[in-house]
């Protein structure tokens, strides 16, 4: 079936209805939804999408580069108008948008990967808001006389389904209501006679009896000649959007019911049993699946099917349906796919789905910061008040509880002179701070709430983290004073804002073969590399015949996480070192960076939370990379508990943690002369300042 079959006669060739069912005619002169009575549809261009909305209050003339507000005048988020539509709503994502609007105009697929929080679904909501309404459809079903497995579709303008489902029930009620006037008359007749003439009250009834059920179970047949409205856009004032995210095939594909009752008359028509799924409700809509890989393949292969031929038969795919007995006409599909996923989506994706939506669509990266301009931070505040509307019983916010919470924007980008794009863990922190106030009812959200907030919505990870550093202290397994030979503090992050600190040790032994290096703690692939690569360091360095010996490294209290990422090659450098040269390290320093088998320190990531963490444990000195300084915006709380220390090459990273000046002068010079002089400062490795968090 063509998905634009929409007049009257192509539906009637479609269709064998039987004699007494009711005209097209009667029904639409019933009040068809014509065209210059429809909704009117808003004149606002695509062009008007989202981030170039204007922030509709008072601005600043000279705006201050430092001003947290972006010379913003309010006293408070409730001065902030909030656009109505949800596409002006966007922030950021300038490249996703660009590309959403290119895709609307056109009607072309799109997946979008990236990081949870950044928008997907957003934006995905926002295209069905910027597809034209005016071609919506209803899908009816009706029953096939002539093979009740098969049953008939058809497509009819949105609005009109409902008024010819209500003409075939007037038009069975008119039946049924004959059929029954002619039953009582029967019956009084045969009763009459049975208790009058012949005298015989039982037979009577009996006979009344029969006559009852065979009307009754004759009535049937008219009734499943009234079609099912599978799909009803009456009351759609938007073209339809359908997040199937984690659907299962009967409601992502359609499906059909259990009929427990199959035989002897009293089943339910097949064509009342049809269920229809996700891709037949978005027709001419918008299709959104987020972890698209999460669907199996079979669902995958359907999927692909549907956008390629545009239709898509419904039958059983649960194991609680009627199987595949019954399968219906092709329904219509026409719909714009947003597949969403992260990283790891494009791994388990069925190819050929990737290559139909690459083939007819767009693919795009999520960004997960944004630079920090006076604009952007003006959106930021623009935010905040989005969310205490959408809320609607939040208190609004403050200047200053709203500069606090582009402070810690700022921190959670990770980058300096940048955002965070990851508005739904931000959008989590504003309903917190608002819950805080509205629990002390306060007329506004203050700056002191959004700072109790970000002490109450810390991540499972950083809770975790926080318990490791107080048990540690309890058993006195944190050791932050005093040298110690072959001991390092170490820091890692767990999740994505959770550091913690994990000791490194050392021990040089005799080896009964061949020598080499044993690293524990559940090391995996990463980290296992970045042994190997400390390893090639100290072989060159060392002036022992390493092949007489084993240098075991563990990591300590790993747990069942293991260790992954290696941000701890600088550590365990510094350990082994240590224990081969005997030489004591400052247990009041803790560090973290890469290795390059050259001995420079590259940049890794999650600086701002170890340094946090180290600050927690008692540590007074924390070494980064030189590339990594840009990246550090620790809380002001930590600020005078800590030096940070950036270093180039692990020459540096010797120098300040070991201790005993003789040795440690010589061995440092020894180093330099290996493995090449110290990198100037300024000119540490070029690249992201902000990889993946190690």
Not at 228 to 256: C, E, M, R, Y
Not at 362 to 387: C, G, H, L, N, S
Request: hydrophobic letters at 35%; one cysteine or more.
């Amino acid at each position: 079936m063509s998905n634009d079959t929409n007049t009257d006669d192509s539906l009637h060739e479609r269709e064998d209805s039987p004699d007494d069912a009711p005209s097209e005619e009667g029904i639409d002169d019933g009040g068809t939804l014509q065209h210059d009575e429809a909704e009117e549809v808003d004149k606002k261009t695509i062009d008007d999408l989202g981030s170039d909305v204007e922030i509709d209050a008072d601005v600043a003339e000279n705006v201050d580069e430092d001003d947290l507000l972006g010379g913003l005048q309010i006293e408070t988020t409730d001065e902030i108008p909030v656009p109505d539509r949800l596409v002006d709503q966007v922030i950021g994502q300038e490249h996703a948008r660009d590309v959403i609007m290119k895709a609307a105009k056109q009607r072309r697929h799109v997946m979008m990967i990236g990081s949870p929080g950044t928008g997907k679904s957003m934006l995905a909501k926002a295209m069905s808001e910027l597809l034209p309404r005016e071609e919506l459809q209803d899908v009816l079903v009706y029953h096939n006389p002539d093979d009740g497995n098969r049953p008939k579709v058809r497509t009819v303008p949105a609005g009109k389904g409902d008024q010819i489902v209500e003409a075939h029930k007037e038009e069975a009620r008119k039946r049924n209501q004959m059929r029954s006037f002619l039953m009582w008359i029967i019956i009084a007749v045969v009763l009459g006679y049975s208790l009058i003439i012949a005298q015989q009250v039982l037979l009577g009834i009996l006979a009344a009896g029969i006559i009852y059920l065979a009307f009754r179970y004759g009535s049937r047949g008219s009734d499943a000649m009234i079609p099912n409205l599978i799909v009803n856009n009456a009351d759609q004032k938007s073209a339809p959007f359908q997040d199937a995210t984690g659907a299962h095939a009967g409601a992502l594909l359609g499906d059909v019911r259990h009929d427990p009752f199959q035989s002897g008359g009293m089943e339910t028509p097949s064509h009342d049993r049809v269920e229809p799924g996700a891709i037949h409700k978005s027709n001419k809509g918008v299709l959104f699946v987020d972890e698209i890989n999460t669907l199996d393949v079979r669902s995958q292969q359907h999927l692909m099917t549907a956008i390629q031929e545009g239709e898509f038969s419904i039958t059983g795919q649960s194991e609680r349906s009627s199987g595949a007995m019954v399968q219906t006409e092709p329904v219509p599909t026409d719909f714009i796919m947003i597949a969403a996923g992260n990283l790891d989506a494009m791994e388990n994706m069925h190819p050929a789905l990737r290559s139909r939506i690459k083939g007819y669509g767009y693919e795009v990266y999520m960004d997960d910061t944004i630079e920090d301009t006076p604009e952007m931070r003006r959106k930021y505040a623009r935010f905040v008040a989005q969310e205490v509307t959408n809320d609607g019983r939040l208190p609004h916010f403050t200047e200053e509880a709203v500069e606090e919470l582009i402070l810690e924007a700022r921190r959670r980008a990770g980058r300096k002179g940048h955002l965070t794009l990851e508005f739904r863990n931000l959008g989590g922190l504003v309903r917190v701070a608002g819950d805080i106030a509205r629990g002390e009812n306060a007329e506004l959200t203050t700056r002191d709430h959004v700072l109790q907030a970000k002490r109450r919505a810390r991540s499972i990870e950083q809770q975790i983290a926080d318990q490791y550093i107080e048990r540690r202290k309890d058993y006195e397994l944190s050791v932050n004073d005093g040298f110690v030979t072959g001991r390092v503090n170490g820091l890692a992050v767990m999740g994505e804002d959770s550091g913690i600190m994990l000791p490194v040790m050392a021990e040089v032994t005799p080896s009964q073969g061949p020598g080499q290096v044993i690293a524990t703690g559940q090391l995996k692939e990463m980290a296992e590399e970045s042994v190997q690569n400390v390893s090639a360091i100290i072989k060159k360095f060392s002036n022992q015949d390493l092949s007489e010996m084993d240098v075991h490294v563990q990591f300590v209290q790993t747990g069942q996480q293991g260790v992954d990422g290696d941000s701890a090659s600088i550590t365990v450098a510094t350990a082994v070192i240590s224990a081969l040269e005997d030489i004591p390290i400052d247990q009041s320093v803790a560090m973290t960076g890469s290795l390059s088998v050259r001995g420079d320190v590259l940049p890794v990531g999650g600086v701002t939370h170890k340094i946090e963490a180290a600050a927690k444990a008692g540590c007074s000195t924390v070494i980064i990379p030189a590339a990594n300084e840009q990246d550090v915006m620790i809380e002001d709380e930590y600020k005078e508990m800590v030096d940070i220390i950036p270093v180039s090459h692990i020459s540096e990273v010797l120098d300040v943690a070991l201790e005993g000046e003789p040795e440690k002068d010589s061995l440092v010079d020894r180093l330099k002369s290996i493995t090449g002089s110290a990198l100037n400062k300024g000119q540490g490795v070029k690249g992201p300042s902000s990889p993946s968090p190690q």
